[in-house]
């Protein structure tokens, strides 16, 4: 869907309030079918709004397609964790305490990162404190024998007759020597009041240096006020995203980023206790909005930005004070920041009422065609508009989605332009003009 959404913005010339929300919307509709929260829906879009208007007025050469997925890219990389990251082991032992819902992947998740962590020369200890679920300890232990990495089998401690605090000072006691001791926990519903205050004196006692909340990647929307409830009783440091195989949407996950606060560490891509990887941002909102190679797009948007500095000062030393069509990008521009033209209009002698505001919004809409066929354009073209002919404005016409009629259009205006400018007397209007305008 995200594609098609691409396929209609490609058809546009430029970007005006209309076919912005139309964008937003559709946005909105496949980030809700991708299971994200319809509160962090609202709040991704009003952002992506607010920086596309703010940023593609002041672009040049960047296509608007490229600019929307960019920087949707970065407002869900900043929810889901902008780099990879990983677990600092501070001290030892280091505790970490797994929790979620019943059902998400807890217990395969704490096997996987126990294999992990092995792998990378930790010692590991572990056990179980779910009471609540029949044979959940053995399932646990089961997992860990089948590691085959330098992982001590752990003994699990029968809890018959034993609190759950004693078992958790037991148990540390024991695995004391460990360089870290990961914790599985019951599944908890939001309503389950008596499992919420369970959590909240395991969460106390135990004291750990590290709570991972696993995330059900086929959870849905319904991740956002689970995880907003058990943030209410504990600390979240870090996310596992547990089942992202097969169609898993993953949308889930940026629910849970959001009520948490906390950043996407690893994500379970199989049952097997290898089908751990950790996060990867361009891979994982690659998967998510269903694209190819963002990697790519990425790289290209950013060059392109990057070069327009240098281009445009490059343009400035070639033109030598002759009027470019840069400099009528940049009256569109100062137009646009001081109200439009009618505003402009109304403050200038002669002009006040004599246009309808019909007219007026219509002259508005062929300039920012103009600006958007301006913007496609090369280096050479915006300095010597005179050599736009032919194939060239085919080109130009494609790349912006402008007609060929308002750019053949827009250089015939630019002629006439040019002409009255070395005419000293029109020369002087204009410089008074635009004196005029910088002081509305």
């Known amino acids: 869907r995200f594609k098609e959404l691409i396929d209609k913005i490609r058809s546009k010339s430029y970007i005006d309030k209309k076919s912005l ?19 962090v829906v609202f709040e991704i879009s009003k952002r992506i709004k607010e920086r596309v208007l703010n940023e593609y007025s002041q672009s040049r050469g960047v296509q608007l397609k490229d600019l929307v997925i960019k920087i949707l890219y970065e407002e869900l990389v900043k929810i889901l964790g902008e780099e990879k990251r990983d677990i600092i082991i501070a001290k030892k032992p280091f505790v970490i305490l797994f929790i979620g819902l019943e059902g998400s992947g807890k217990t395969t998740s704490v096997a996987k990162l126990a294999k992990y962590f092995a792998e990378n020369g930790l010692r590991v200890g572990v056990f179980s404190l779910d009471i609540h679920r029949p044979a959940a300890i053995e399932q646990l232990e089961q997992l860990v024998n089948r590691i085959q990495a330098d992982v001590e ?15 958790i000072r037991t148990i ?25 205050k369970e959590l909240e004196n395991i969460y106390k006692y135990l004291t750990p240096d590290f709570t991972i909340l696993v995330i059900d990647a086929y959870m849905g929307q319904k991740a956002y006020d689970h995880t907003l409830a058990l943030k209410s009783r504990v600390n979240i440091d870090g996310i596992i995203v547990s089942k992202m195989d097969g169609s898993s949407k993953g949308g889930g996950a940026i629910s849970a980023s959001v009520a948490s606060g906390a950043k996407i560490l690893f994500l379970g891509v199989g049952e097997k206790v290898d089908d751990l990887e950790p996060y990867d941002p361009k891979s994982f909102v690659s998967r998510l909005l269903g694209l190819g190679d963002l990697d790519g797009l990425l790289t290209r948007v950013e060059r392109l930005l990057k070069r327009e500095v240098h281009d445009e000062k490059k343009l400035r030393e070639l033109a030598k004070g002759r009027l470019t069509l840069v400099d009528v990008v940049t009256q569109f521009e100062n137009i646009e920041k001081m109200g ?11 002009f006040s009422g004599k246009f309808r505001k019909e007219e007026i919004d219509e002259m508005e809409t062929v300039i920012r065609k103009w600006k958007a066929a301006i913007n496609s354009m090369t280096i050479e073209e915006k300095i010597n508009p005179s050599i736009i002919k032919g194939s060239r404005i085919t080109r130009i016409s494609r790349g912006s989605g402008v007609d060929e009629r308002l750019i053949k259009n827009l250089i015939k205006q630019y002629k006439i332009m040019q002409k009255l400018m070395k005419d000293r007397k029109h020369k002087r209007m204009f410089k008074e003009m635009l004196k005029s305008t910088r002081q509305l």
Request: charged share 35%.
């Open 172 to 196: 540390l006691d024991i695995l004391k020597d460990r360089d870290v001791i990961l914790v599985d926990t019951a599944g908890r519903h939001k309503n389950e009041e008596s499992l919420l």
């Open 340 to 350: 439009g033209l009618y505003k402009i209009l109304s403050y200038l002698p002669g």
């Open 153 to 167: 089998k752990i003994k699990f401690i029968n809890i018959e007759g034993t609190s759950l605090n004693e078992k």
């Open 21 to 39: 929300d139309e964008i937003i919307k559709e946005l909105q509709r496949i980030l809700l079918s991708a299971d994200v929260n319809v509160k």
